[in-house]
């Protein structure tokens, strides 16, 4: 793909990667096939934000509500994540990646914690981008778990007690990362569903009815593009 010049280009894209199932559904396949050719878009759209400078992509890959689908569906998602880990690891090793990890894996199973810290500690000295990934995730969870961090933390708990933004950011699972500047939705819907809520007050929004297995980087391209020509204020 030849590389389109882009003016303006943002600091961190946030993904929800809707649309696995419908894809499926549509080209009559298993429903698990669409999380595999979803998985499968990933990496070049990483490749793709390394050539263009982006500093940080966050891919909302299991959500808290995830947990509620069938328990053969749950176990393929945990499954095809731990499968995909060592790969992965290795190639983002190469590829200078940092991967850092948002929500609660506490749910998760020891063995998937263990491999996922081991990944963190792996790669946490690349420079090249930060990919962050979003399991066990929903945005009124993290606030929650945020706030009890610093009820937990405080020495002595009054009546008065008050908790400030910058108590709160310090909390957040996403503490030390900016916040998106672009947030993109695949498959059609037009909602947040609880993603990143503290942190996208002022993200820009770019929704597409292409399925996530659709969503190329000629179709990040777009996005970019759409996002370039828009006037942030942030209030002002």
């Known amino acids: 793909m030849k590389k389109v010049k882009i003016q303006?280009?943002?600091?961190?894209?946030?993904?929800?990667?809707?649309?696995?199932?419908?894809?499926?559904?549509?080209?009559?396949?298993?429903?698990?096939?669409?999380?595999?050719?979803?998985?499968?878009?990933?990496?070049?759209?990483?490749?793709?934000?390394?050539?263009?400078?982006?500093?940080?992509?966050?891919?909302?890959?299991?959500?808290t509500e995830n947990w509620k689908r069938s328990p053969e569906e749950v176990g393929y998602l945990l499954s095809l994540y731990k499968r995909n880990l060592d790969k992965t690891v290795d190639v983002f090793r190469k590829k200078n990646v940092q991967v850092k990890v948002i929500g609660d894996l506490n749910k998760f199973p020891r063995d998937l914690q263990q491999k996922t810290a081991r990944w963190i500690e792996l790669t946490k000295k690349n420079k090249s981008i930060t990919v962050i990934l979003a399991l066990s995730y929903g945005g009124r969870d993290e606030i929650i778990r945020a706030v009890n961090k610093i009820l937990n933390n405080k020495k002595q708990i009054t009546n008065n007690i008050k908790i400030t933004k910058e108590d709160l950011e310090k909390n957040l699972d996403t503490a030390g990362i900016p916040d998106p500047d672009l947030m993109i939705r695949t498959g059609g819907e037009r909602r947040l569903s609880g993603y990143l809520l503290w942190q996208m007050e002022y993200a820009e929004f770019?929704?597409?009815?292409?399925?996530?297995?659709?969503?190329t980087p000629e179709e990040f391209v777009k996005a970019l593009q759409d996002y370039s020509e828009r006037i942030r204020r942030f209030g002002r």
Do not use: C
């Open 8 to 63: 303006n280009i943002p600091k961190h894209v946030a993904f929800i990667m809707d649309g696995n199932r419908r894809w499926a559904r549509e080209r009559k396949l298993p429903l698990l096939q669409g999380h595999k050719n979803g998985e499968d878009r990933i990496e070049p759209l990483v490749d793709m934000a390394i050539e263009y400078h982006i500093p940080y992509l966050t891919f909302w890959a299991f959500s």
């Open 206 to 215: 770019y929704f597409t009815e292409k399925y996530w297995p659709e969503f």
